[in-house]
């Protein structure tokens, strides 16, 4: 019942489209917005609602009668993961974009009563572009709604790594800021076409741009945690492609707000901005088919076929041939540019984050899909993992930070550097700070030392403006001070975690010269869907400090897969992390146990990079 | 002002002695650069399949056998193809690889300096 009302919705809220065209294309010569349009943009995010409610419902009440939910779901598994289901796979998340995209376009109706409104119009049109793709998409070839005959008895499960709460809410938020950036897309396309690129377009987008980057900062952010504590391995980033795929849209988006911010004060960088509006809503769609189409070996690559990729890539491939044509055709580039510039300047300071922003986004996107492209050009396989991102981006990360403890200093239009000798002085501090810490942590050499003392600097210099500067530039500020805070975690995480990798048997003791590790002994438990055996290690520390651990193995019932969930004891400092993990036809387990320093530093920082967005979001100027 | 910056030459030099890394585990460093051929995006370090453990078994007994970490690049690669290193090397299959965000950060550099060059004009 449930199915097809969410089936009907679905349909009902295609032809909603073709409504919404029509009395937008029949209201563009008028002077004020139909109400007619507004009521049929709420009705389509309406039905689109339903429809996704309708597949939530299914999930809940499994009803196997549902294909969808036939394939990921099961009657055992608890019922908030039920819903989590709904969206943990391909029909279901995409059932998530097409709601997104009519959320976002209703919201925009609402908050644009000051903008233009032949621009608003043409947003909404072009919106409806990519909407109305997407639902050809769904209905066509991935309906969550497809119907069985005769009803299953039983499902065939969820996967287990997907049960999990920080997995279970990471698709949604990330979805806001993923296709939130459509709205990006469809308002620049529209700016164009009425040649409305300009100040006050620059401050109306910018709250877009906000949001889209917050929540995309949260995605990732979720999904990080997840990786760090399920996949068992104790990392929080393994330039995985479909971690790059969802870093690629970030760095556009804030590549694209520090651009705005030029854009705000002077009619400078449009094609610039423009390009970067286009390429952040392109990269998000690029991220979906190399997801969706199964060319990635990832996790996320769920249940995948061919048809359903080669649609996404011609989509893509309309979408961007769409967006040059309206670019070459309607755009009139600014008269008044290049006088403009001075070197010692804000301008300049945010041209050169650009250029360092376009320049890590190219070695994501080249190392992503550099691979792909050879192995059909010349069906060889490689790979390209951490040690090529690690090379080509740690040494650009020093002048970056550099860049950005100093950039934000400088007036607009043209500038004298303030305070050189204090500048100087914070940087011969952060040198000496770095040298004493690296020398003393038996780490010594020499990239560490230069990339400490640059993190340093930008996290002394910003620290310092909190208490200098009256909070009047407060969330740039926050964001600048949180990302230093973020690589100095990053680095100190880096150099000091210990990992001990044993074997054990139960009463075994793995002893070395700083802790003993004791396999006290091992219990069952059985829960709703899988059987756990908990394992129980009293760890002795040297100092007569002892910690006991308690790692686990889930067997899940259905589908029969085992994960290991870690034990982690989280402190200020450092992380304990276990994870034990059976070995065929072996009486013993393979323990893994690390010590992580400044994890939780990480993801608090991340967290606080976010929260920056969000002051910046409510702040009602930029500083002059 | 003259001070400060010999001082800072001063430090950078005390520090460039430093170079070179030690390589204090270096089964770790080649493991955690290998791929798990069975696994979904997982270094052979970090996975605990069997053919992870098997192959972290392999590097060890290589290492003791007087291997360099070269030689036994090359004899994973020989056998598993160049899929199972996550490093990929600078040959001919990979020049656009290294180069090319390379040649975009000249590129952009070269439009950034365009814009100050005609401003002189």
Redesign the interface.
């Given at each position: 019942m449930a199915s097809l009302i969410g089936y009907y919705s679905l349909i009902i809220g295609f032809g909603i489209s073709f409504l919404i065209i029509f009395f937008s294309i029949k209201n563009l010569s008028k002077s004020k917005l139909d109400n007619k349009i507004i009521f049929s943009v709420f009705f389509q995010f309406f039905f689109v609602s339903l429809s996704f409610l309708g597949l939530v419902q299914s999930f809940i009440s499994s009803d196997f009668s549902n294909e969808t939910v036939f394939n990921h779901s099961h009657t055992t598994v608890p019922t908030f993961y039920k819903i989590s289901g709904a969206w943990g796979n391909h029909e279901g998340s995409l059932l998530l974009w097409l709601l997104v995209l009519t959320l976002f376009i209703f919201l925009f109706l609402l908050r644009s009563n000051d903008q233009p409104k032949k621009y608003r119009i043409l947003t909404l049109l072009f919106q409806q572009i990519i909407i109305v793709g997407f639902f050809v998409f769904l209905i066509k070839t991935s309906s969550p709604f497809n119907y069985i005959f005769p009803i299953p008895k039983e499902g065939l499960g969820l996967n287990p790594i997907l049960q999990d709460p920080a997995l279970a809410i990471h698709p949604p938020i990330l979805y806001l800021g993923y296709v939130g950036s459509s709205i990006i897309f469809s308002s620049a396309l529209a700016a164009i076409v009425t040649n409305y690129i300009s100040s006050s377009w620059a401050k109306h987008i910018k709250k877009w741009i906000l949001t889209s980057w917050i929540f995309l900062t949260l995605g990732i952010l979720l999904g990080s945690i997840w990786a760090y504590y399920e996949?068992?391995?104790?990392?929080f980033w393994?330039w995985?492609?479909?971690e790059n795929v969802s870093l690629m849209p970030w760095l556009a988006l804030i590549t694209l707000l520090h651009c705005t911010l030029v854009l705000e004060k002077k009619q400078i960088l449009t094609s610039w901005v423009v390009i970067l509006s286009i390429a952040t809503f392109t990269l998000s769609m690029c991220g979906t088919f190399l997801v969706r189409s199964g060319i990635l070996?990832?996790?996320h690559t769920f249940a995948n076929d061919p048809e359903r990729g080669l649609y996404i890539l011609i989509f893509l491939f309309i979408l961007v041939f769409l967006s040059i044509f309206i670019f070459l055709f309607f755009y009139k580039s600014e008269k008044t540019t290049?006088?403009s510039?001075?070197?010692l300047s804000k301008e300049?300071s945010i041209?050169?984050n650009?250029?360092f922003m376009?320049?890590f986004l190219?070695?994501v996107l080249?190392?992503t899909t550099?691979p792909i492209f050879?192995e059909v050009l010349?069906s060889?396989?490689?790979?390209?993992?951490?040690?090529?991102y690690n090379k080509?981006i740690i040494p650009?990360l020093v002048p970056f930070l550099l860049a950005m403890a100093i950039g934000p200093k400088l007036k607009w239009i043209k500038s004298e550097l303030e305070n050189k000798?204090n500048l100087?002085l914070f940087?011969?501090i952060s040198?000496?700070l770095s040298?004493f810490i690296i020398r003393n942590l038996d780490i010594?050499?020499?990239i560490n030392?230069?990339l400490v003392t640059s993190a340093f600097y930008l996290f002394l210099i910003t620290l310092k403006d909190f208490f200098s500067k009256k909070f009047n530039n407060l969330s740039q500020n926050f964001a600048h001070f949180s990302f230093s805070l973020l690589i100095l975690s990053i680095l100190f995480n880096n150099f000091l975690s210990t990992?001990i990798i044993t074997n054990l048997k139960i009463n075994e003791t793995y002893e070395n010269d700083s802790l003993k590790i004791n396999f006290k002994s091992i219990e069952q438990r059985d829960e709703q869907n899988f059987k756990a055996i908990i394992g129980k290690f009293v760890i002795e520390h040297n100092g007569g400090q002892t910690d006991i651990m308690q790692p686990e193995l889930r067997i899940y019932n259905q589908p029969n897969i085992i994960t290991?969930e870690a034990d982690i004891k989280t402190t200020l400092y450092k992380d304990k992390f276990m994870?034990m993990?059976s070995?065929?036809n072996q009486e013993y387990f393979?323990i893994?146990y690390q010590v992580k320093p400044f994890m939780i530093w990480i993801w608090l920082s991340t967290f606080l990079i976010s929260l920056s967005g969000l002051i910046g979001f409510f702040k009602k100027r930029y500083e002059n | 002002?003259r001070s400060?910056k010999f001082?800072?030459v001063i430090?950078i030099i005390?520090?460039?002695n430093?170079?070179?890394?030690?390589t204090k585990n270096l089964d770790?460093k080649i493991t955690?650069?290998l791929?798990c051929l069975i696994c979904?995006?997982?270094?052979v370090?970090?996975?605990?399949s069997?053919f992870a453990?098997s192959l972290k078994t392999l590097v060890k007994k290589k290492l003791n056998e007087g291997d360099s970490e070269e030689e036994i690049y090359n004899y994973l690669k020989d056998k598993y193809?160049?899929?199972?290193?996550?490093?990929?090397g600078f040959s001919k299959?990979?020049y656009?690889?290294?180069l090319?965000?390379?040649l975009?950060?000249l590129i952009?550099?070269a439009i950034?300096l365009k814009?100050?060059i005609?401003?002189k004009n």
């Amino acid at each position: 019942m449930a199915s097809l009302i969410g089936y009907y919705s679905l349909i009902i809220g295609f032809g909603i489209s073709f409504l919404i065209i029509f009395f937008s294309i029949k209201n563009l010569s008028k002077s004020k917005l139909d109400n007619k349009i507004i009521f049929s943009v709420f009705f389509q995010f309406f039905f689109v609602s339903l429809s996704f409610l309708g597949l939530v419902q299914s999930f809940i009440s499994s009803d196997f009668s549902n294909e969808t939910v036939f394939n990921h779901s099961h009657t055992t598994v608890p019922t908030f993961y039920k819903i989590s289901g709904a969206w943990g796979n391909h029909e279901g998340s995409l059932l998530l974009w097409l709601l997104v995209l009519t959320l976002f376009i209703f919201l925009f109706l609402l908050r644009s009563n000051d903008q233009p409104k032949k621009y608003r119009i043409l947003t909404l049109l072009f919106q409806q572009i990519i909407i109305v793709g997407f639902f050809v998409f769904l209905i066509k070839t991935s309906s969550p709604f497809n119907y069985i005959f005769p009803i299953p008895k039983e499902g065939l499960g969820l996967n287990p790594i997907l049960q999990d709460p920080a997995l279970a809410i990471h698709p949604p938020i990330l979805y806001l800021g993923y296709v939130g950036s459509s709205i990006i897309f469809s308002s620049a396309l529209a700016a164009i076409v009425t040649n409305y690129i300009s100040s006050s377009w620059a401050k109306h987008i910018k709250k877009w741009i906000l949001t889209s980057w917050i929540f995309l900062t949260l995605g990732i952010l979720l999904g990080s945690i997840w990786a760090y504590y399920e996949l068992g391995w104790g990392g929080f980033w393994f330039w995985d492609p479909v971690e790059n795929v969802s870093l690629m849209p970030w760095l556009a988006l804030i590549t694209l707000l520090h651009c705005t911010l030029v854009l705000e004060k002077k009619q400078i960088l449009t094609s610039w901005v423009v390009i970067l509006s286009i390429a952040t809503f392109t990269l998000s769609m690029c991220g979906t088919f190399l997801v969706r189409s199964g060319i990635l070996n990832s996790v996320h690559t769920f249940a995948n076929d061919p048809e359903r990729g080669l649609y996404i890539l011609i989509f893509l491939f309309i979408l961007v041939f769409l967006s040059i044509f309206i670019f070459l055709f309607f755009y009139k580039s600014e008269k008044t540019t290049i006088n403009s510039f001075f070197w010692l300047s804000k301008e300049t300071s945010i041209l050169v984050n650009n250029w360092f922003m376009m320049y890590f986004l190219s070695v994501v996107l080249i190392g992503t899909t550099y691979p792909i492209f050879l192995e059909v050009l010349s069906s060889e396989q490689i790979s390209v993992g951490p040690p090529f991102y690690n090379k080509l981006i740690i040494p650009f990360l020093v002048p970056f930070l550099l860049a950005m403890a100093i950039g934000p200093k400088l007036k607009w239009i043209k500038s004298e550097l303030e305070n050189k000798l204090n500048l100087i002085l914070f940087l011969i501090i952060s040198l000496l700070l770095s040298t004493f810490i690296i020398r003393n942590l038996d780490i010594s050499f020499l990239i560490n030392t230069i990339l400490v003392t640059s993190a340093f600097y930008l996290f002394l210099i910003t620290l310092k403006d909190f208490f200098s500067k009256k909070f009047n530039n407060l969330s740039q500020n926050f964001a600048h001070f949180s990302f230093s805070l973020l690589i100095l975690s990053i680095l100190f995480n880096n150099f000091l975690s210990t990992e001990i990798i044993t074997n054990l048997k139960i009463n075994e003791t793995y002893e070395n010269d700083s802790l003993k590790i004791n396999f006290k002994s091992i219990e069952q438990r059985d829960e709703q869907n899988f059987k756990a055996i908990i394992g129980k290690f009293v760890i002795e520390h040297n100092g007569g400090q002892t910690d006991i651990m308690q790692p686990e193995l889930r067997i899940y019932n259905q589908p029969n897969i085992i994960t290991s969930e870690a034990d982690i004891k989280t402190t200020l400092y450092k992380d304990k992390f276990m994870t034990m993990n059976s070995v065929q036809n072996q009486e013993y387990f393979n323990i893994r146990y690390q010590v992580k320093p400044f994890m939780i530093w990480i993801w608090l920082s991340t967290f606080l990079i976010s929260l920056s967005g969000l002051i910046g979001f409510f702040k009602k100027r930029y500083e002059n | 002002m003259r001070s400060l910056k010999f001082f800072i030459v001063i430090l950078i030099i005390f520090n460039f002695n430093l170079v070179h890394a030690k390589t204090k585990n270096l089964d770790e460093k080649i493991t955690k650069n290998l791929r798990c051929l069975i696994c979904q995006g997982q270094s052979v370090h970090d996975s605990d399949s069997e053919f992870a453990i098997s192959l972290k078994t392999l590097v060890k007994k290589k290492l003791n056998e007087g291997d360099s970490e070269e030689e036994i690049y090359n004899y994973l690669k020989d056998k598993y193809g160049e899929w199972i290193l996550y490093d990929p090397g600078f040959s001919k299959n990979t020049y656009f690889l290294w180069l090319l965000p390379l040649l975009m950060f000249l590129i952009g550099g070269a439009i950034i300096l365009k814009l100050f060059i005609y401003k002189k004009n």
